[in-house]
């Protein structure tokens, strides 16, 4: 079976597990930013987790083959918040707009359009961005802590164990706060260690419900309906991205979306391509298994969303504005920019432990957490 095929089936999987989970890095953000939880990124929190430890196995096994690992520095951090910007002023990631679109949704159709616009605009700066940019704002060159001088499974797990615990803390202080005021003589370290405890407790109860639910049996006909548990999508994510870097590479989505935009362009005609320098260089004049993943992701996405009944043509809202083309067009600059969107570098980038991915990652936290703050506080 040759790559693109497998590309085309990874792409499936993906597109399925996003879609039955409705998941969105940008209502994941926004509703842990203003309500200090989300079942939504619970599931994704799950895939980045596993597929941390997992690719850690691969990394142990074949180096950085199969890793992208770019250089890194201010630019990441810049790129990633436009980009986060975008994704709550569009109200969708580059993930959710993929499937939302493949679901029917005229308003996303918008926001995908605004997507284009930006690779466009910044395909015309490609000469000078490298020059004025990127440069400038260079710090190292791509680098992962799998590359730590311990195995990279014993990162992973320590890696994994921070993060659980901060969830753990995070989870476990809202839920005090929501059972009732907290005890203001008990001290920082010993309310920290409660709410830790609270939370852990809470995640080792979550679990034993949810794996008796899945051991209970399920009605596959029923399920087909119905939107699927985050957690489960997140282990399906998980999974995929497992058997995909066993035959290609880590999943990217912005860089093959470009891909797809510069083929189209060349498809047309070489000189049209040649009039966009960022599409000209990217134009490979084939098919990548990356651009095959793309394609299958919207074919899986379109599959669930008519196997759930939910795919339906809806025109966009009126009273949007143009808020769904702004919002896609500063994602598009972000992903260029930084470069990768919400997946390349808050997916792929942490379960990569890749330098590159934490810088572009928290950029993008930053420029979510900045524009919920802003958007909340204008609605009242």
């Not at 074919?299 to 919002?327: H, I």
Request: some cysteine; charged content about 10%; glycine content about 16%.
């Amino acid at each position: 079976m040759s790559e693109l095929v497998l590309a085309l089936v990874a792409g499936v999987g993906f597109g399925v597990f996003f879609q039955k989970g409705r998941l969105c890095y940008a209502s994941a953000l926004s509703d842990f930013f203003l309500f200090r939880s989300s079942r939504v990124g619970g599931g994704i929190l799950l895939a980045t987790l596993l597929t941390t430890l997992s690719w850690s196995g691969a990394y142990l096994l074949g180096g950085k083959a199969g890793f992208w690992l770019p250089s890194w520095g201010f630019s990441g951090l810049i790129g990633g918040a436009i980009f986060g910007v975008g994704m709550i002023l569009a109200g969708a990631c580059l993930t959710s707009t993929l499937w939302r679109v493949a679901s029917g949704s005229g308003q996303y159709a918008l926001v995908l359009v605004g997507i284009l616009v930006g690779f466009f605009l910044t395909g015309l700066a490609h000469p000078w961005l490298a020059e004025f940019y990127f440069t400038p704002l260079w710090l190292g060159t791509g680098g992962t802590a799998f590359a730590a001088p311990v195995p990279a499974p014993l990162v992973a797990v320590a890696f994994v164990g921070v993060v659980v615990l901060a969830y753990a803390g995070v989870a476990g202080s809202t839920t005090r706060r929501f059972d009732g005021p907290i005890d203001e003589d008990e001290g920082r370290i010993n309310g920290l260690r409660e709410s830790v405890r609270v939370g852990l407790a809470g995640l080792v109860a979550g679990t034993r419900q949810y794996v008796g639910a899945r051991t209970s049996g399920i009605d596959v006909a029923r399920a087909l309906r119905r939107p699927w548990d985050p957690r489960t999508c997140g282990i399906g994510i998980a999974l995929t991205a497992t058997l995909w870097i066993g035959v290609s590479s880590v999943w990217t989505v912005s860089g093959p979306l470009e891909d797809w935009v510069a083929f189209g362009f060349g498809a047309i005609s070489t000189d049209l391509l040649e009039t966009v320098p960022g599409f000209a260089a990217a134009y490979s004049g084939s098919i990548s298994p990356g651009m095959g993943v793309i394609a299958g992701f919207l074919l899986g996405a379109f599959l669930a969303a008519l196997a759930g009944g939910d795919f339906e043509f809806t025109p966009p809202s009126r009273s949007a504005g143009v808020t769904p083309v702004a919002g896609g067009i500063l994602m598009g600059v972000g992903a260029t920019l930084a470069p990768g969107c919400n997946v390349t570098n808050l997916y792929t980038g942490l379960a990569s432990l890749s330098i590159h991915g934490i810088v572009a990652g928290t950029g993008i936290v930053l420029g979510a957490y900045a524009s919920t703050r802003l958007l909340f506080r204008a609605r009242g």
